[in-house]
């Protein structure tokens, strides 16, 4: 800028003496020029080529100025208002396909009927996206410490996702039931889940059939049908409804006089097998800690009308079943 000052001083000198010259008149410009006419035409030239330079030099001057300023403008932001810092990165979760759980539930319920109150569970699972569908294989151990503190339960499974058919979700497992406290008796059941988005809620269905069934009586099948909506409170916590009711078809029995199989006790509508089994309701609430690690409480009440198959049953476990409220926590990382 300094050098750009200097040249319009410099330039505007022979500017000033010609304005002069056209205030005082032509006789003053012939007197300092002379009279001679080509001389007179020299200097017109001289004079208009010194104007058309001074233009160019304004012209450049204007020019940087706009520049600079708009530069000024990129660097410093809105004018005013402190520089916004870059955002850090998201770091983001790369997982390998692993889950570990565990939880506690006041009552633990399979199917509709309670085998054990106080009780903590444990769950480890991977799934192998690399095969031809991916495949999910876990083992899954729980122990009563409270209502029968001799019940433990051991589950082995695996399952694979078969794909979406007109718009269905479809999987397909098998999980082998252990009872080490129990004599070390065991069954297996095979299961097919069927989930779908309807739009305001998620639909799941299931059908499972027990191989030999609990007691190594002839198997029995055992359905249930149950819808969920979950809605965002914030961004890490969520609320989730869900509600259900199940049918059996010779999955408990068919109970006798003596007690139904695993020392289930019949209702008062023995002896039979097949019906509705029970209905459920349950509200949770996940809890994102982080990308990897969930925090789950929950509440649910397990309901059997009174000619249902599960009311009344398996009476050792704080007397005869009926309508229970219940609850648990549990917490899930990935890996």
Not at 24 to 41: M, P, Q
Not at 199 to 207: N, Q, R, S
Not at 234 to 243: E, F, Q, R, W
Request: hydrophobic share 35%; net charge negative.
């Amino acid at each position: 800028m300094h050098a750009l000052h200097k040249s319009i001083k410099v330039a505007t000198g022979p500017l000033r003496t010609i304005a002069s010259n056209m205030i005082f008149g032509t006789a003053t410009v012939r007197r300092r020029l002379g009279s001679n006419k080509s001389e007179k035409r020299k200097q017109v030239i001289t004079t208009t080529s010194q104007t058309k330079g001074l233009n160019n030099i304004m012209k450049k001057a204007i020019l940087v100025a706009i520049i600079g300023a708009m530069t000024l403008g990129v660097n410093a932001g809105d004018w005013g208002k402190a520089p916004i810092a870059p955002k850090a990165p998201i770091e983001e979760c790369y997982d390998i396909g692993g889950e570990i759980s565990s939880g506690y539930m006041t009552d633990y319920i399979f199917n509709g009927v309670r085998f054990a109150r106080d009780s903590v569970w444990t769950d480890v699972n991977y799934t192998f996206d690399s095969m031809f569908v991916p495949i999910n294989v876990g083992a899954w151990y729980l122990n009563g410490i409270g209502g029968n503190p001799n019940y433990d339960e051991l589950d082995l499974y695996i399952s694979a996702e078969l794909g979406t058919f007109a718009g269905f979700d479809a999987s397909l497992g098998y999980t082998h039931y252990f009872f080490p406290e129990a004599g070390g008796s065991s069954y297996g059941e095979v299961g097919l889940d069927i989930t779908r988005s309807l739009g305001f809620v998620d639909l799941a269905v299931e059908a499972n059939y027990a191989i030999e069934g609990r007691s190594g009586q002839s198997g029995g099948w055992f359905y249930q049908a149950g819808v969920e909506k979950s809605f965002g409170i914030t961004d890490g916590i969520s609320l989730v409804l869900g509600t259900g009711v199940s049918y059996a078809d010779n999955y408990w029995g068919p109970f006798t006089a003596a007690g139904g199989p695993a020392g289930l006790a019949p209702n008062a509508f023995t002896p039979r097998g097949s019906g509705w089994n029970s209905y459920y309701a349950t509200v949770s609430l996940p809890i994102e800690l982080n990308c990897r690690a969930t925090l789950t409480p929950y509440i649910g009440y397990n309901g059997s009308p009174d000619t249902w198959l599960t009311d009344g049953i398996n009476a050792g476990v704080d007397g005869p079943q009926s309508d229970i409220l219940h609850g648990g926590v549990s917490l899930s990382v990935s890996f």
